[in-house]
């Protein structure tokens, strides 16, 4: 069974509950929480079908115990450790921005999560998946690539049953899902171990600085010390195996605490802060998007791995590699991390890394604000141009 | 006549010298004043040469009025309209990072400071080119892509002549060639309007940290303001046509102005330094050369035109353009800007940038420290990986 | 109006009929007189519509006037030379062979007749535009891709009132719709200026070999002279402007005269005769499909265009280039002819071309059986690897 | 030693020679038995070295035994299999074509050859390494991008001493040297076991038709039977494993019988015959050269793993490694088969091959003259682009 291995890691909270109706069948959920995922449990139940909530852990700040909320069993995976060398690793590798700039987050973790959570329903026997993105962003294309899920958003029954996403709480509160505090947060965040990233509300429009309390990462730098850290990185075979901070020796070597360590010291630094609008693969609403994401650790090892290969890597083989670091942005943005081309490509990335070792000394110190270039733009979608476009996307859309 | 539209900008520092002798016929010399080109001037008058001394002004702060020696005509041109027109706005357009991070300061230059060297030449009926640099690095091949050079450092007489690079002093000496002031500089400079990079000496080895002295460019932040500038900046075909101050007003509305407006404010808060590696193209002495770069408004310049491109570009049409901009770099980079490849992908990039156009507001804060990495690198080239690609290179360097 | 350039070549086969139903409106449908399209055409009519039918002619063998059937309108338009000079010609230019073999003669002839429809449509003030292809195969995403459209195989009401394609005739019969005299023709046949293809049926078996009768191209080689006939192709920025027979001095120097005396040449030889397996981009039953495919004048100007490059274009250009075509037939083949990005490749090999030009001599000579390399394969796609790429293949389409 | 594995298939045709007088040191000289392999011998024999012959058997037709000749040591060393699994092998997996058409036969040998010339001067401790090419080819580089030769045609004590090529004859007959039977062989030819080539001569000007006496690989199409061969090709991993003849049952399964009898069987047929034009790498004289190549089993093999490759490989793994082929096709016909940038993209190359297995059927059937296209071009050089071209050529060959 391909869950044994990592069986010890998992917790189950909830006994198995015996219920007394014939199911229609188990329906493993991608379990976040929120208020949507709760909804969307409730109403499979409705539906008669057996809940198995699976939350996968990527080291985003959440109080678990609180999330157990109506189904039969929940199962907590802490897959941080995996998500950093299965797929955080290859990315720094890669040296790729996706369109000059994001070090894919996101796109990383979809992947990880779908499949922990294929294995799951494999080793438990479910006989759908289900998950709970809407109908208007790249993410739900990221997870149906991997494998065919109910999606309940899409469905008219849900949507109709549950009056639209703005009613989802009155929903909610009449069938007694717990409301979460802050239901009117003014942006929408997403947190793994790679970045915290907020999107939608007062960050969409590009004409908004992103507002100050966003940068939970930093540390206000008044308080941080005027000499930088100096930290020691060795890579071998294109990836970090030990961090050392020359001054007070604090030393990590294996893979999940090196990473950790980094966030946590380029964090309060405020490095790695990017304020982008993305050209997004599929957006209903508006075929750009704007975001503000914040990669500590992924910032440092990017550049850190970018010196690493000067030294060691033979200029023409960068150039081939480097073709195929644009393709890789592509694929893992676009929600092709399993597909046998990203599969292909990622081989080919890893070979090109046998060489690359050495180590790199980065001096860390803290800017004054975490902005450096703030961008607006007049931009103004309604132009003849920006609607040609517009349509043409969703009709690549629909045909694709 | 292609000299006659750029006549006006070209000053004519010294008449005609009707001299006695026949002469072998004229050498247009590019001349930057510095003591080797005023070595090899002097060599190649005992040569039985007529020099005409060639100084391309690209904004390096250099007194051309100290530079005249020995030669039968100094001409002094200005092209620094023309670099940032024909030069730099296509390295922007084109979103290229050589190696991920260069801005090719000085790739750029060589072949703006050819092309008019060789109209000089033909202006003024010159039957043979010269240029001062050595068989050790790049800009040789910069230079000799695009014509025919005859190329002293690279001739035994006169290497011979001067007895070697550490003897030239002696030579100029007894020669009564004015030494520079400074001999003992610890590094090579080279500035234009692009960049100024420091290389050589110092910053050489990568486990050197940058001298503070390094960063001319820098004023001290202390006495900076602590409100950020706010630029908007607008763009048209890819290129910026517009810098407005948000705060104080101030407009600029040509391209060289423009550029040197963000040199300068973005200069004095430390923006654009960087600090690489480079992966050399053809190095005798090692195929890895460390140089610390500061290129303010290139920088401001290559972030805003991100964004633009974000909000007005296809995003297919821009994967395909990116891959054109990993071939433009690589072609700048190793001095290919004239061969009709160059010119192929100039044209496709420029064509990508037909509907590129919008206002960009940039934020512009100082920074505690020009440095954010610093890089250090342990890297030992005696080890046999090291060895075997040094000949690798030279094999290719050889037989290319 | 764009329809006024072309009003000329426009046939008006019927006038307009005065109905005195009320109409729901126009639906221009693209009627190529197939069993099918006259039942759709049949079936719109009963919902309530308008049909203007409209017929494209790209020197497909068919009588048209047989084809008048139920349209209010029917519209016959001869754009032989738009598909020649806008499609063709760069097809040419690119030397791209879709999966290095295909010559993407009905990939190119999609653009061609969508754009047409849809001035027809605009001049003629339709609501909506129909097609007759099925949810099977590529040709529905290169139609979809352009406009939107009606699309009646994918309509269930449609569907089940035909009662599936088998059943398709029964229905014909029972509303007097003309049946075409050869129903059970074992294969599909599409014909255009470019190439005539067979696929589906008997060759759709790659065991198979291609059936004598497919060879309509092509005289018995017993009867042809066995001297080779000599052509002289003159190119100019890379498109042929000129065909002389060496021997008896027949010249053409219009687009379309030309093409087509290559055409009848080449083919009485047997030439551009290919059988491939093609990789789908979407095709439900099955992701390969069998095509026998011939292009004579395609293949002779294929190669003939190869040498004038050889002679003509620098080689790193041409590098550059070759990638581009890898894009090209990529974005023609899967049918985004229209898009930006297609749109831009356009450009940049258009401008490659600039220099392409020269005379070449090309002897044709019959070979003694069409086929000189004739492909089976033992392929099972029963086995575990073929079933996972069917399904990922599934996801992809879905999801795209 | 490298050398142990491959002794027992080294002949050495003569003892080591005890000359009286001290010698300069032995090199090891790739000697083909040619007119001017043995003048070279003879002039470094002049200047003091012992010369250790070494003959590379790549199924060249000739006699070994005639070519002893002057050397202390002949090797002759048959490395036809390790020619065809490690070199031809991978060309079959990567479908490349250089330009468009080209098989590569030529530029794969030369690594070929090389590599064990390298490992036999290792072996008996050789000095020096020379070869026989001259300046004005594509050869010189392939031999000299993998290690440093003496290369006598560019030395101009040889070169004065012999006094040009068109002397040649004389010096040998001076001294001794058996002329060749045919000195005057009206073109060049090459041939291995994955092609047979001519070029120079009367061949070189496209002008002019292949002469018949060039097809020598092809039997007289008369005598053939009018039926086809019917081959069943075996592919695993990309490579063929088995070759049967469906009709008279033989079958081989080892590389180097297979693909000897695909060069039989497709041979008698004329298949393979291309007649290109090349854009050569660095050519002195041209920049453009004709030449006639013959490739029988190369271009079934072609074809054949087209079509299982079709049949098996992913659309979009395709893709990727369609860029990766262009690449490898450039690196191989440069010379770059052992640089680090060409071990990269073989070893991605090989990798995308894991799933490409499967039957392939070959129908091979003579055609009435080897020739379908013979295309000539009335390219005149001395027009002002092709002037500009040649010489911008230049300046790139001797800059890089």
């Known amino acids: 069974s391909p869950a044994t291995a990592t069986d010890s890691r998992r917790q189950e909270l909830m006994p198995p509950i015996s219920d007394g109706m014939s199911s229609k069948g188990?329906?493993?959920?991608?379990?976040?929480?929120?208020?949507?995922?709760s909804c969307i449990l409730l109403w499979l139940k409705e539906q008669g079908y057996d809940i198995i909530a699976y939350?996968?852990?990527?080291?985003?700040?959440?109080?678990?115990?609180?999330?157990?909320?109506?189904?039969?069993?929940?199962?907590?995976?802490?897959?941080?450790?995996?998500?950093?060398?299965?797929?955080?690793?290859?990315?720094?590798?890669?040296?790729?921005?996706?369109?000059?700039?994001?070090?894919?987050?996101?796109?990383?973790?979809?992947?990880?999560?779908?499949?922990?959570?294929?294995?799951?329903?494999?080793?438990?026997?479910?006989?759908?998946?289900?998950?709970?993105?809407?109908?208007?962003?790249?993410?739900?294309?990221?997870?149906?690539?991997?494998?065919?899920?109910?999606?309940?958003?899409?469905?008219?029954?849900?949507?109709?049953?549950?009056?639209?996403?703005?009613?989802?709480?009155?929903?909610?509160?009449?069938?007694?899902?717990?409301?979460?505090?802050?239901?009117?947060?003014?942006?929408?965040?997403?947190?793994?171990?790679?970045?915290?990233?907020?999107?939608?509300?007062?960050?969409?429009?590009?004409?908004?600085?992103?507002?100050?309390?966003?940068y939970t990462k930093t540390q206000d730098p008044a308080k941080a010390p005027n000499t930088p850290d100096i930290l020691e990185i060795q890579f071998k075979k294109g990836v970090p195996v030990k961090v050392s901070n020359v001054k007070d020796g604090t030393t990590h070597q294996t893979s999940l605490e090196l990473f950790m360590y980094l966030n946590e010291v380029a964090g309060k630094r405020g490095v790695g802060h990017i304020d982008i609008v993305e050209n997004c693969f599929i957006e209903m609403k508006s075929p750009r998007s704007r975001g503000i994401h914040q990669a500590p650790a992924g910032t440092i090892l990017y550049h850190a791995h970018l010196d690493t290969k000067a030294f060691t890597m033979d200029r023409e083989v960068r150039k081939i590699k480097q073709g195929l670091g644009l393709k890789f942005a592509e694929l893992v943005y676009t929600g092709f991390w399993h597909s046998p081309e990203c599969e292909f490509v990622r081989h080919c990335i890893a070979q090109s890394q046998e060489q690359v070792e050495g180590k790199v000394q980065v001096s860390v110190l803290e800017v004054q604000e975490p902005v450096i270039m703030n961008v607006q733009c007049d931009y103004e979608p309604v132009d003849a141009t920006g609607l040609k476009e517009y349509h043409h996307l969703q009709s690549k859309v629909t045909a694709r």
Chains 1, 2, 3, 4 share one sequence.
Request: hydrophobic letters at 35%.
């Open 26 to 37: 188990s329906v493993v959920l991608a379990y976040s929480g929120s208020l949507d995922t």
């Open 55 to 214: 939350l996968v852990n990527i080291s985003q700040k959440e109080d678990f115990e609180e999330l157990k909320f109506g189904a039969k069993k929940v199962f907590i995976e802490d897959v941080s450790r995996e998500f950093v060398e299965e797929f955080i690793w290859l990315a720094i590798q890669s040296s790729s921005l996706y369109e000059d700039r994001y070090l894919l987050g996101t796109s990383l973790a979809r992947p990880c999560i779908t499949c922990k959570q294929m294995e799951i329903t494999q080793w438990k026997g479910g006989k759908y998946v289900s998950h709970s993105t809407t109908g208007k962003g790249n993410n739900q294309v990221r997870f149906e690539l991997i494998c065919y899920f109910a999606a309940p958003w899409r469905t008219p029954e849900f949507y109709n049953r549950v009056k639209g996403y703005n009613n989802l709480m009155e929903y909610a509160k009449q069938h007694g899902i717990p409301i979460p505090v802050t239901p009117q947060s003014p942006w929408s965040t997403e947190e793994n171990l790679m970045h915290i990233s907020y999107q939608a509300g007062i960050p969409e429009n590009p004409k908004n600085q992103g507002p100050p309390s966003l």
